[in-house]
């Protein structure tokens, strides 16, 4: 099946700094790709949806100052998150789908922690 | 509008027995459903996809799932668990059209030895 990369898979970082993460489709063009959070025992929370070439659509509650996200290609988005803090300490997935009734594949996830 | 409902938060089985994670959805129009399998500090890796074709789907690592519409439910099955069964199971929905899959709250499958 078709591949997604993120990078990092594990990330530390102290508080007020900024984190990027990325998420690659690797053998096929994501028109639209997908940023989760998720917490410890909990299902995955949407958090935006990207469209290649376009603003992010950010759900509900979600500060998009704070989780900067761009897909600038249909192979590539990316999340930042700025001026970390240690309530931002997560797991984040992000997956990509093409058109049609397709799939979605998800990258491997990123634990951040922010200390 | 789409919703998921796992009806387990937690199944236990022994090695060897049967496996069934239960889920139960609600949508408008005709639905893409989707099992999704997640091992800890992991991404989701596709179990097995319904889209209008056969009701009866089969899956990776054995698994199967049948789509009954009059009963809205896309339950997950087995016939042997195995001890790398042992995850969290997602049932996602996902209408025609639609870009965003709806989740299931998860069912954390155990497996005893």
């Known amino acids: 099946g078709a591949v997604v990369s993120q990078h990092p898979s594990r990330v530390i970082c102290k508080s007020g700094t900024s984190v990027k993460i990325e998420c690659r489709s690797l053998d096929f063009q994501a028109t639209t790709m997908f940023w989760y959070r998720q917490f410890p025992k909990q299902s995955l929370m949407l958090m935006a949806t990207?469209?290649?070439?376009?603003?992010?659509?950010?759900e509900q509650g979600v500060e998009k100052d704070k989780f900067l996200i761009n897909h600038a290609s249909l192979t590539l988005s990316t999340l930042t998150v700025t001026s970390a803090h240690p309530e931002d300490s997560s797991f984040y997935i992000c997956?990509?789908?093409?058109?049609?009734?397709?799939?979605?594949?998800f990258g491997q996830g990123t634990r951040l922690t922010v200390v | 509008a789409q919703s998921v409902t796992q009806l387990d938060s937690h199944v236990s089985v022994s090695e060897g027995t049967p496996v069934l994670l239960r889920c139960n959805y609600s949508s408008s129009y005709s639905p893409s459903l989707f099992w999704y399998v997640q091992h800890p500090n992991k991404g989701l890796q596709l179990l097995l996809k319904y889209t209008s074709a056969a009701t009866l789907v089969k899956g990776i690592n054995g698994f199967e799932a049948e789509f009954k519409k009059s009963e809205t439910s896309f339950h997950l099955t087995k016939p042997s668990a195995h001890m790398s069964d042992a995850a969290e199971y997602f049932c996602?929905?996902?209408?025609?059209?639609?870009?965003?899959?709806?989740f299931g709250q998860g069912t954390r499958l155990t497996i005893n030895p």
């Open positions: 990207s469209n290649e070439g376009s603003k992010a659509t950010y």
């Open positions: 997956s990509a789908r093409d058109l049609g009734p397709a799939e979605a594949f």
């Open positions: 996602v929905v996902s209408e025609r059209g639609a870009q965003k899959l709806v």
